[in-house]
T-cell receptor, first 111, second 112 residues
C-alpha cells in the first residue's frame, strides 16, 4: 500500500462545476498535507496546505482534512479550463525531513 | 517568484558523457531535494540534503551523485549518461518541511 494514494484520473468536469480531488494516507503520524498543481511539462507549484481537521479556504480552492478517516481533499469551485492539470497530494510525517507524494490526479475541465 | 533556479532548462547529450545539472536557491533554505519524473508519471526522490556537507540517497536508486558544499547550491552529476537517464529532473528546497517545498523549473534531459 502506498503511503499517499490518489486516483490517477482523468477526472473530467464541465467548466463552472466543482472539482473534487481526493487523497488518502496510511500513516496516522502524518501531520501536514499539501496540494500541488502541475501543468504538463512544468514543475509542481504549491496551492494549499492544511494541518488541522476541517476546511481551509483560499479563493476558489478549499482543502479538507479528516484525520480520523485519513483523507485529504481539494475542492475547486467554478472550475476553469486553466485548472486542467495534475494535482499532487503530499504528506509530511513526524520528524521526516521530506514529503511523501501521491501519484497525482489529472483534472480536465471541459468547455 | 522563482527563488530556486535550475540550469540548463533542456539538455540533449550523447551516451557516455558526464553531465552536471545545476540547482541554486537564494532563500537560505537548509533542505534541498532532487526528484526524477518521467512524463505523466509520479515524482521519485533520488537525493536530498539537510544542509552543508549532508547528503542522503532517496527512495529511488540512482546512478547520479550530489554534493552540498554551499547552502545555496546542490548540483547533481551523472558520470556517464545513458538513454535510461532520459527524464525530467526537479530540484526543490524547503526552510522547514512543514511549510512544503518550492520547486525549480526543472531540467529536461535527453540522452541519445
Amino acid at each position: 500500500q502506498k503511503e499517499v494514494e490518489q486516483n490517477s484520473g482523468p477526472l473530467s468536469v464541465p467548466e463552472g462545476a466543482i472539482a473534487s480531488l481526493n487523497c488518502t494516507y496510511s500513516d496516522r503520524g502524518s501531520q501536514s498535507f499539501f496540494w500541488y498543481r502541475q501543468y504538463s511539462g512544468k514543475s509542481p507549484e504549491l496551492i494549499m496546505f492544511i494541518y488541522s481537521n476541517g476546511d481551509k479556504e483560499d479563493g476558489r480552492f478549499t482543502a479538507q482534512l479528516n484525520k480520523a478517516s485519513q483523507y485529504v481533499s481539494l475542492l475547486i469551485r467554478d472550475s476553469q479550463p486553466s485548472d486542467s492539470a495534475t494535482y499532487l497530494c503530499a504528506a509530511h510525517t513526524g520528524t521526516a525531513s521530506k514529503l511523501t507524494f501521491g501519484t497525482g490526479t489529472r483534472l480536465q475541465v471541459t468547455l | 517568484e522563482a527563488d530556486i533556479y535550475q540550469t540548463p532548462r533542456y539538455l540533449v547529450i550523447g551516451t557516455g558523457k558526464k553531465i552536471t545539472l545545476e540547482c541554486s536557491q537564494t532563500m537560505g533554505h537548509d533542505k534541498m531535494y532532487w526528484y526524477q519524473q518521467d512524463p505523466g508519471m509520479e515524482l521519485h526522490l533520488i537525493h536530498y540534503s539537510y544542509g552543508v556537507n549532508s547528503t542522503e540517497k532517496g527512495d529511488l536508486s540512482s546512478e547520479s551523485t550530489v554534493s552540498r558544499i554551499r547552502t545555496e547550491h546542490f548540483p547533481l552529476t551523472l558520470e556517464s549518461a545513458r538513454p535510461s537517464h532520459t527524464s525530467q529532473y526537479l530540484c526543490a528546497s524547503s526552510e522547514y518541511v512543514e511549510a512544503g517545498y518550492t520547486f525549480g523549473s526543472g531540467t529536461r534531459l535527453t540522452v541519445v
